[in-house]
């Protein structure tokens, strides 16, 4: 069974500055199975990157996904006062389904 | 525009079985493009995968869950729905339904394999088992 490790659990961060959110599996994976989401409180999660680094339809460019093997990135490159929320990395396997990392809160 | 609506009790009693509905608007559950899925929040934690069902039928569960788990859809409604019997304090939290979509991945030698990830979501309904 994949684990996903997100780091770090928390990231203090102003508006304008860059987010770097960090997401480790347990072992090397395919990188079109790693998809990053969004989800702020009291509101439906979000795609944000599928495939890696495919960004999903009406997102903005400033969210950019990268990695391969074990270690993914989700860059935020100017943070708006809307960025802030928890993101969540997430892998599928074809036998054992979707697993969620714990989460990377961005806050300011 | 898609739009996904959870449905069902907010609350229910230890040892029943929790019982919730999808209901889909702004596009077809019988497309043949897409999978629909649950997903779970506990208070305080992450988000956890329940399962999936395509709209012919065809299910893949959870394996912490499977033994108590029905997921059904009713395409003449353009709804999906979750049961999951024998509940306890555990399976509190919000409950999501969404789409599940499919890309195309390659391998080296060009041979073809699925990948999924859920590409619209419902606002979530809280589920709270108690007496």
């Known amino acids: 069974e994949i684990v996903l490790t997100q780091s770090p659990v928390t990231l203090s961060l102003s508006p304008g500055e860059r987010a770097t959110l960090s997401c480790r599996a347990s072992q090397s994976v395919t990188s079109n199975y790693l998809a990053w989401y969004q989800h702020r409180p009291g509101q439906a999660p979000r795609l944000l990157i599928f495939?890696?680094?495919g960004r999903a339809t009406g997102i903005p460019d400033r969210f950019s996904g990268s990695g391969s093997g074990t270690d993914f990135t989700l860059t935020i490159s100017r943070l708006e006062p809307e960025d802030f929320a928890v993101y969540y990395c997430?892998?599928?396997?074809?036998?054992?389904?979707?697993?969620f990392g714990p989460g990377t809160k961005v806050d300011i | 525009q898609l739009h996904l609506q959870e449905s069902g009790p907010g609350l229910v009693k230890p040892s029943e079985t929790l019982s919730l509905t999808c209901t889909v608007s702004g596009g077809s559950i019988s497309s043949s493009d897409h999978y629909w899925a649950w997903i779970r929040q506990p208070p305080g934690k992450g988000l956890d995968w329940i399962g999936r069902?395509?709209?012919?039928?065809?299910?893949y569960y959870n394996p912490s869950l499977k033994s108590r788990l029905t997921i059904s859809v009713d395409t003449s409604k353009n709804q999906f729905s979750l049961r999951l019997s024998s509940v306890t304090a555990a399976d509190s939290g919000v409950y999501f339904c969404?789409?599940?979509?499919?890309?195309?991945?390659?391998?080296?030698?060009?041979?073809?394999?699925?990948?999924?990830?859920?590409?619209?979501w419902g606002k979530g309904t809280t589920v709270t088992v108690s007496s």
């Open positions: 969404a789409r599940v979509d499919v890309g195309s991945g390659y391998t080296k030698d060009w041979s073809f394999y699925p990948y999924y990830y859920m590409d619209v």
């Open positions: 997430q892998h599928y396997d074809s036998s054992r389904g979707f697993t």
């Open positions: 495939g890696a680094s």
């Open positions: 069902i395509y709209y012919a039928g065809k299910t």
